[in-house]
């Protein structure tokens, strides 16, 4: 069975400061795939990154980073010198190659105050 | 840059009444799917459709849901008979191939009255 847990419900930080997202799955799949979409208050889900098991290299985009680690089976979501615009809900999401649905987690909600 | 485009972007309906959510997907995509979203809840599976039928389908899609490709380019989702409940988000996605990163299209909000 394939399960996406976000722990954090609610995240709220001040501008600038650094935050990371936690991202913890579960599957027996040897082959999969992990995502995070950002869903800002307007609703729509809008694509930030996909990794493949098969590379556990971290990412980093700009203010974005991504650390996936296959031993704890995690997927954290860093976003550094957060902005206001950066307050959303955040979901990991987990796909096989078997099955090509999406697990998505419960989502995490950021506030960024200013 | 392509998109999955959605209509309407909210539509009203009394319960008991039918309903079509709308959907384009990226044109050279293969892969359809559509997924709900309860307000305040996490997103949820449907079902996708590939090669013009439905390759899998959580519990939620039961027999009042349908889908279809009616065309070339748009992609349906059919409630037949709309229940309270059902009052949510609902997102289509598509993607190229297995494996291959959804698209989301930028939802329908259904509120059943």
């Known amino acids: 069975a394939q399960k996406v847990t976000q722990a954090q419900t609610e995240i709220s930080v001040v501008e600038k400061e650094d935050v990371t997202l936690d991202c913890v799955y579960e599957?027996?799949?040897?082959?999969?795939?992990l995502f995070w979409y950002k869903q800002p208050p307007s609703g729509e889900l809008v694509f930030l990154i996909r990794r493949n098991s098969f590379d556990e290299q971290n990412e980093i985009s700009g203010r974005y980073s991504w650390n996936f680690q296959k031993s704890t089976s995690s997927f954290n979501f860093t976003i550094t010198a957060s902005q206001v615009v950066d307050s959303a809900v955040y979901f990991c999401?987990?796909?096989?190659?078997?099955?090509?649905?999406?697990?998505f987690g419960a989502g995490t909600r950021l506030t960024v105050k200013p | 840059e392509p998109e999955v485009t959605q209509t309407p972007s909210h539509q009203v309906t009394q319960m008991g009444q039918e309903v079509i959510l709308r959907c384009v997907p990226i044109s050279n995509h293969l892969y359809f799917y559509w997924y709900r979203q309860i307000l305040g809840q996490k997103v949820e599976f449907l079902v996708s459709f590939y090669n013009n039928e439905i390759s899998e389908k959580s519990e939620i899609f039961d027999d009042q849901f349908s889908v279809e490709r009616p065309d070339g380019s748009n992609f349906t989702l059919k409630i037949r008979s709309t229940k309270l409940e059902d009052s949510a988000m609902y997102f289509c996605a598509s993607n190229g191939g297995l494996g291959d990163t959804q698209y989301f299209g930028p939802g329908t909000r259904l509120t059943v009255l």
């Open positions: 999401a987990l796909r096989t190659l078997n099955n090509n649905d999406m697990r």
């Open positions: 599957t027996r799949d040897t082959t999969y795939y």
